[in-house]
């Protein structure tokens, strides 16, 4: 059965940490692994991998995926409060089939 | 760009009644749309892929007669929640695919039905 496992479920971190988190998968005809951020409403795109080793970056966070041992993690460096939220990841394969986990919920205390 | 709209964001009903929720691509166009539902503190559930043209594919567990869906223009799709009940009741957000899977979500619909 396709699945994809974010851990961990919860985090609470104070400003300025770095946070890891991570998300790994197993879904058959593997197209895409994809990053959101959901606060109060629906989710935004964060980042989309394709290949393994190579690291997408956007300001403080970043991304890399490893589609041998089928796994990916978010990075987020100095980490600010707006930065509290759901993270999303999903996997998408050939098909238009998409597969969400449960998500991290991450807590940036000032 | 990649905007996606969503109407109405809130929702009141009747049990019994029918409501239509409508989902457009705003500067994009999009063959394919999906629609999700999440419960509080849940992930999304995919409820089914909307295809310009074409049938919608559904999830296993929804009931096409109860949640029909239509795709007719590259920008724009409906889910109609027919004869709701109060079990129905939940946030549904919509997405339209843009380039190889980069789904665009929009805002989101919360259903209360009474």
């Known amino acids: 059965e396709d699945k994809v496992v974010q851990s961990p479920l919860s985090l609470v971190v104070h400003e300025g940490d770095t946070v890891t988190l991570n998300c790994s998968y197993e879904?058959?005809?593997?197209?895409?692994l994809l990053w959101y951020k959901q606060e109060k409403k629906a989710p935004t795109f964060l980042f989309m991998l394709?290949?393994?080793?190579i690291e997408k970056k956007s300001g403080r966070l970043s991304s890399i995926l490893d589609k041998k041992e089928l796994f990916s993690i978010l990075n987020i460096t100095a980490t600010q409060t707006g930065d509290s939220a759901v993270y999303l990841c999903?996997?998408?394969?050939?098909?238009?089939?998409?597969?969400f986990g449960t998500g991290t919920s991450l807590t940036v205390i000032p | 760009g990649a905007v996606v709209s969503q109407h109405p964001s809130r929702v009141i009903c009747k049990s019994g009644t029918s409501v239509k929720i409508e989902c457009r691509s705003l500067?994009?166009?999009?063959?394919?749309m999906f629609w999700y539902r999440q419960f509080p503190k849940q992930s999304l559930m995919l409820m089914a892929t909307?295809?310009?043209?074409?049938?919608?594919?559904?999830e296993q567990g929804v009931e096409k007669d109860k949640f029909l869906i239509n795709h007719a223009s590259l920008t724009l799709s409906t889910l109609t929640v027919t004869s709701a009940h109060p079990e129905d009741s939940s946030f549904y957000i919509c997405?339209?695919?843009?380039?190889?899977?980069?789904?665009?979500f929009g805002p989101g619909t919360r259903l209360t039905v009474t």
């Open positions: 997405s339209a695919k843009h380039g190889l899977d980069e789904q665009y």
């Open positions: 879904v058959t005809n593997f197209r895409s």
């Open positions: 500067d994009f166009q999009a063959t394919t």
């Open positions: 909307s295809n310009e043209g074409s049938k919608a594919t559904y």
């Open positions: 394709t290949s393994s080793g």
């Open positions: 999903a996997v998408g394969r050939t098909g238009n089939q998409f597969y």
